[in-house]
C-alpha cells in the first residue's frame, strides 16, 4: 500500500481545492494538479527569460549572429 501523510490546511483551503477538483479527483489528484501546472508555468517563464535574454543579446551585438536568410 501508498504510504500516505496527513497536512492541516484551512477550511477555505480545502473548499477551493473541492472547486477545482472534478468529480471523483482526490485531493491528492488536485495537489498533484496544481503542482504539474506550477512547474509548466515556472518552465515558460524562465523560457520567457531566456527568449528576452537572447533577442537582447542579437540587438546588442548583431555582429555575433547570421541572419537565417543569409545562408
Keep these: 500500500m501508498t504510504e500516505v501523510s496527513s497536512i492541516q490546511i484551512r477550511p477555505e483551503t480545502k473548499e477551493a ?35 528576452r535574454q537572447w533577442k537582447k543579446n542579437i540587438k546588442e551585438h548583431p555582429e555575433r549572429f547570421v541572419n537565417i536568410d543569409e545562408l
Excluded at 477545482?20 to 523560457?47: P, R
Design 17 to 51: 481545492l473541492k472547486k477545482i477538483g472534478k468529480m471523483g479527483d482526490t485531493y491528492n489528484d488536485v495537489i498533484d494538479q496544481l503542482i504539474e501546472e506550477h512547474l509548466i508555468h515556472k518552465s515558460k517563464l524562465q523560457l520567457d527569460g531566456d527568449i
